[in-house]
Every structure is written in structure tokens, then in C-alpha cells.
Nanobody
Framework: QLQASGGGLVQAGGSLGLSCAASAPIFNINDMGWYRQAPGKQRELVASIIMGGRTNYADSVKGRFTISRDNAKNTVYLQMNSLKPEDTAIYYC???????????WGQGTLVTVSS
């Protein structure tokens, strides 16, 4: 139900923007976020944003990545600047519902940062 887009190949120091939208209306979403999984590593949280707008970032991306959301469009964005080779991973978007707990996941989009 979540469709992510915007991944690709970029040189170190460059920028990419990711977006993730629900293919059908999803109600009562409390938090939206982005996770990533690099080869041989566990999936980790990159950034999240809750309904009130409070954001949370992994230490490794603070100051470089910015998450935002459009509630009316059920869409979450991730602007990635000053990319590093270690940012290379498959990025997954996530919507979370708290009242009746449920997790929605996107299919993943590959981000490759060359040195």
C-alpha cells in the first residue's frame, strides 16, 4: 500500500529526495518514517515524524537529512544532503498506527552513494 520513489545513484556529497505515498487512503496514521538496510546489516531507523510534527533522527544523519510529511496526501518525504558512501542502503518507508497497532511498509528503494 506504500509506494516509495526517488532512490538512485549519486556521488558522495550529493543530494537525493525520497517520497512515499499510500496508494489508497490510510486513516489514523500516527507516525511516518524511513528505515534503511545496508548489505549484511540490520534494518535501522533513519528518521521519523509524528502527527504533531516532532522529528527523530539517527545520529549518523542528523544535520544532513530532513524528514517531512503531508498529512492530507498521506505522504512522507526524506531529503538527503551531503550523502556519504555509508548511506548506501535500501530505504523503506513506514507508517505506524497506534490506536489499533499496525505497521505499513513500502517496498524499498535503493540509494547508492559512490565515493
Amino acid at each position: 500500500q506504500l509506494q516509495a520513489s526517488g532512490g538512485g545513484l549519486v556521488q558522495a556529497g550529493g543530494s537525493l529526495g525520497l517520497s512515499c505515498a499510500a496508494s489508497a487512503p490510510i486513516f489514523n496514521i500516527n507516525d511516518m518514517g524511513w528505515y534503511r538496510q545496508a548489505p549484511g546489516k540490520q534494518r535501522e531507523l533513519v528518521a521519523s515524524i509524528i502527527m504533531g510534527g516532532r522529528t527523530n533522527y539517527a545520529d549518523s544523519v542528523k544535520g544532513r537529512f530532513t524528514i517531512s510529511r503531508d498529512n492530507a496526501k498521506n505522504t512522507v518525504y526524506l531529503q538527503m544532503n551531503s550523502l556519504k558512501p555509508e548511506d548506501t542502503a535500501i530505504y523503506y518507508c513506514h507508517f505506524g498506527r497506534w490506536t489499533i497497532p499496525y505497521d505499513y511498509w513500502g517496498q524499498g528503494t535503493l540509494v547508492t552513494v559512490s565515493s
